[in-house]
């Protein structure tokens, strides 16, 4: 049944290598809890108690709003296939942007992708599992390329214009800092 470890065991990093799909859950103090779910070649174990995530441009960006004013943050995987379980990754966040060196750094761990807009780390400070018997058997078939291709047809003038129009403010009017210097 479900373990609480202090740190990202190897059979764990191994089991987090091979989801195709993970969930992050963020809160300011006020307004509405976000959980959104993350697919792709995205997320990196780089520590035992450390992880990286690359955010990729979307309709919203309650996330990087949500860290902003409070830096808590959790990462869910679920077993879709083989053996049941669920991870939960607690802990504490920052947002690195295009324009700062942390994003530079950590953005040669991920393969290039034209809808990179953030980089997240995050100290991870409580590791969680649970049985997941209740998870459904789900077939993983192949990743969406909408995303990249629309993130391709755009260039990065149109996709900062779009960030301008959508992603400056999350959906309780927090500031996302996107495009800030």
């Known amino acids: 049944m479900g373990k609480k470890l202090d740190f990202i065991t190897t059979e764990l990093q191994d089991f987090i290598a091979n989801q195709k799909i993970f969930f992050v859950g963020t809160a300011a103090c006020e307004g509405r809890v976000n959980v959104s779910p993350k697919g792709m070649d995205s997320f990196r174990v780089i520590g035992k108690n450390k992880i990286v995530w690359m955010n990729l441009t ?8 949500h860290l902003l004013k409070n830096n808590r943050m959790t990462i869910m ?3 879709f296939e083989g ?3 669920i991870l939960r990754l607690y802990g504490e966040a920052k947002i690195y942007h295009k324009r700062d060196r942390k994003f530079e750094d950590y953005s040669d761990l991920f393969p290039e992708n034209p809808g990179a807009r953030q980089i997240i780390e995050m ?3 409580l590791v969680q599992t649970s049985c997941g018997f209740a998870v459904p058997f789900m077939d993983f078939r192949e990743e969406r390329t909408t995303l990249n291709t ?3 047809k755009q260039g990065e003038d149109k996709i900062k214009e779009y960030w301008k129009n ?3 403010l999350s959906i309780d009017g927090f500031e996302t800092k996107i495009l800030e210097d």
């Open 166 to 168: 959508k992603n400056t």
């Open 77 to 79: 995987f679920c077993a």
């Open 123 to 125: 100290e991870v400070d």
């Open 58 to 65: 979307g309709s919203g960006n309650e996330t990087a709003a």
């Open 83 to 85: 053996k049941p379980m």
């Open 150 to 152: 629309w993130s391709e």
